[in-house]
Antibody, heavy 116, light 106 residues
Framework: QIQLVQSGPELKKPGESVKISCKAS????????MHWVKQAPGKGLKWMGW????????TYADDFKGRFVFSLEASASTANLQISNLKNEDTATYFC?????????WGQGVMVTVSS | DIQMTQSPSVLSASVGDRVTLSCKAS??????LDWYQQKLGEAPKLLIY???NLQTGIPSRFSGSGSGTDYTLTISSLQPEDVATYFC????????FGAGTKLELK
């Protein structure tokens, strides 16, 4: 069965970096892009962008240009999100999602907490 | 950027009620709209894609409609398990989610 399994929760200090992963299984990884979605505590969903899993080319929403990097470990069917120079407002749950006629599969989410 | 306005922000309804949730775009999005259900502590779940296509495994009491700038998610007979927050998502241009409608039981 198709699954997206994300890495575990992270506690970081402001200014640090974090890298979270999203491991896909049950389908051919390079046949579908991977999108990233942010959800701050108690807030709505915010689309961050996506990565072409065949070419590796990332596309970032305007609010996520600069400190955010999407990458791949294609041989491991894994997409990664790295956030550098963390700020308090980066505290959120980050989801990966596969587009297949809507986002039909989602990771369970990774809670990143930024606190001094 | 296309703004998506969902209304109401909170909706209280009784089991068995017909419920209508609205999503209005700031410009024509050509039916490029999905609906998601999110229960507390869970990842969102796809309900409807491309305005009116029911995702596999989703109960037929959910339906979507709309065109241009105005879109609707309808639950024909509200069930207790439908308590959740519902988000619309447009992908016509510069993808954006609506702010959500929280659906509660009266």
């Amino acid at each position: 069965q198709i699954q997206l399994v994300q890495s575990g929760p992270e506690l970081k200090k402001p200014g640090e970096s974090v890298k979270i992963s999203c491991k896909a299984s049950g389908y051919t990884f390079t046949d579908y892009a991977m999108h990233w979605v942010k959800q701050a505590p108690g807030k709505g969903l915010k689309w961050m962008g996506w990565i072409n899993t065949y070419t590796g080319k990332p596309t970032y929403a305007d609010d996520f240009k600069g400190r955010f990097v999407f990458s791949l470990e294609a041989s491991a069917s894994t997409a990664n999100l790295q956030i550098s120079n963390l700020k308090n407002e980066d505290t959120a749950t980050y989801f990966c999602a596969r587009p297949g006629g809507g986002f039909d599969y989602w990771g369970q989410g990774v809670m990143v907490t930024v606190s001094s | 950027d296309i703004q998506m306005t969902q209304s109401p922000s909170v909706l209280s309804a009784s089991v068995g009620d017909r419920v209508t949730l609205s999503c209005k775009a700031s410009q024509n999005i050509n039916k490029n709209l999905d609906w998601y259900q999110q229960k507390l502590g869970e990842a969102p779940k796809l309900l409807i894609y491309f305005t009116n296509n029911l995702q596999t495994g989703i109960p037929s009491r959910f339906s979507g409609s709309g065109s241009g700038t105005d879109y609707t998610l309808t639950i024909s007979s509200l069930q207790p398990e439908d308590v959740a927050t519902y988000f619309c998502f447009q992908y016509n241009s510069g993808p954006t989610f609506g702010a959500g409608t929280k659906l509660e039981l009266k």
